[in-house]
């Protein structure tokens, strides 16, 4: 990001730290204009007087333009919207598993029936149809195709995958397939889960399957959903399953990911000619917290852990330095010749975008733990995150926060992008995912329609700045919108609305939104002055 970060700004705590009760009343004044008394950003983006922290000038909105072909698109992830979740032959998952547990997820409510999807999919991609998306990106749910993680595909599990292609297909919809969002066989956590480095093949195996039964249709593939995520939150932080709180065992999983990310690649490969294959990572720019050259060097290890981890070791077959010392390599279980496992450089590069962080270092913190709040959303917890990394990451409130309690910051989305575009040698990027959840529902003296302008403006302004960062050269193909429809938001249950269709969770209806039929225009237009 270089010279164009906040320099000396130190974000003092109360910023940091807000309960949801400010998070919704501050989204509440942005999205009705309100101009936030004092708060001037410091930030590239010129804030005029009476302009909200981090918002985007209305003149750049109006100027955007996306090329011609540009790819609009949505995501969607198995466990989140399939429902059915021991139909067909499918074995239990590690969200089963976690969700059917007492006090995991908020509500204490389950996956089990979700969105219905897997009985409900035409008509989910008829309704994406009519808002002219093109690209659908979804995820397999492994347990479907293998119950125990092993052995012998389930056909019943392919047909359904195979059913779902097709249906895409003749809506005129590119097919996009995460090969995990999550979803882990339970058999397979039961062996040891991603410590365990022989899952690395089984892996391999499963992406074999895939790509010899969908491999005609399929050409769009990505391993993992959010790598980092599955490693840190599952096996350090303990709040996704399997509920881990070891270090080491984290550092082993993301290992197991790597290698299994490289093994997977060339699995795809070997099976379809016409594979093209990618990453769907989680990323966040980094600003450090302070100009010192400790805390921009913890940015720089942050940048390094949570957004090119498995980037780098895809592209150059090593990790990239996120250690404050010597990196710890024994305990990841790293050995002679895994670079060659590792290297399987990308054909594009795809990643998230939600909000950004600032890091400080925390090298000499003497306690250590993540401070996870909600999802995968870090809180000021005072400690270091992990002994290893020796940060500190949060997410600021300077901006003002959605409902979901994720800080709006539309800059981030070009920082992140250019910086990404510079570091690789300007490869194709896909936006993976992108969105904010906002909990309007249908409004009974609208005759129920669903009027979220605070979303439509979230995707004005970060899709105004992604298309600066096309005109600065970003090689940018597709954009997902997360997601099509209000679904299972993981630890939050059915707390969060990220969708651009109203879901009635009571009667499976659906009901396009404001901001749904908006991205429809804008998908049919290439621009978002509408
Ligand atoms: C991302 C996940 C996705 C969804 C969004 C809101 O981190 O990949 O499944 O939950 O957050």
Redesign the pocket.
Known sequence: MGEERDENRILGTEELQMNRRQFTARALAAAAGVALSGRQSRGATPASGNQVPGSVPEALIKEARFPEGFLWGV?T?SY?NEGAWNEDGKGESIWDRFSHTPGKVRGGVTGDVACDQYHRYAEDIALAQSLHVKSYRFSISWPRIQPTGTGAANMKGLDHYSRFVDALLAAGIRPWCTLY??DLPQALEDRGGWPNRDLAGYFAEYAGVLAKHLGDRITMWAPF??PW?IAFMGYAAGTFPPCRTSFPDFLKAAHTLGLAQGEAHRALKAASSEASVGS?Y?MAPAYPRTNSEADRAASARYHAMNNVFFLEAAMKGRYPNAFAGEPPYETMGLKPGDEKILLAPLDWVGF?Y?TRRVVSDASNAHCFGGGFSG??IESDSGCARDPYTGIRATMPTEGPLTE?GLEVWPRGIYDLVTQISREYDHPIIEIT?S?C?YLDGPNEEEQGRVPDGRRIQWYRQTLAELARAIADGARVRAFHA??LLD?F??AEGYT?R?GLIYTDFRNQKRTIKESGSWYGRVAASNRLDL
Request: glycine share 8%; net charge negative; proline share 0%.
């Open positions: 995501a992830a989140q969002h999550w959903n959010m995520a769907a989680e998230h939600y999802t995968e979901s995912e969105g959840g997360w997601t679904n938001q993981w969060e990220y």
